[in-house]
């Protein structure tokens, strides 16, 4: 799985092909400013909630839509670079892959 840290790998005819899924392919538009605004955004506690169904689903749609909004996603020229645009379905899928860093940061 590519890190956050390092420039796209994937692009979206990989995930389109089946050769990555859902969680890589968003997981790698994430860089770690928008895991820490995101972080900021819920608290770690209700990220890491019980009731977590591994989609953050406990968390309301609503709330994801209204940070989709910020400095920290990705650009139009990050879309691009993975051959792919910003749609608010797929902001909400990087914003969640974000969480997921998150989560994973604070269980190691």
């Not at 005819?13 to 997981?27: S, V, W």
């Not at 989609?55 to 909004?69: E, V």
């Not at 993975?82 to 860093?101: F, H, S």
Request: overall charge neutral.
């Amino acid at each position: 799985m590519p890190s956050i840290d390092k420039p796209f790998i994937y692009t979206r005819k990989d995930y389109l092909k089946g050769t990555i899924d859902h969680h890589t392919y968003y997981r790698n538009l994430v860089k770690p400013a928008l895991v820490e605004f995101v972080k900021a955004a819920f608290g770690i506690k209700w990220l890491t909630d019980t009731r977590n169904d591994g989609h953050f689903n406990h968390i309301p749609l609503r709330k994801w839509d209204a940070i989709s909004c910020n400095p920290h996603m990705p650009s139009k020229w990050d879309w691009e670079l993975v051959e792919d645009y910003p749609t608010q379905a797929g902001l909400v899928c990087v914003l969640k892959a974000a969480a997921r860093v998150a989560v994973e940061q604070e269980q190691q």
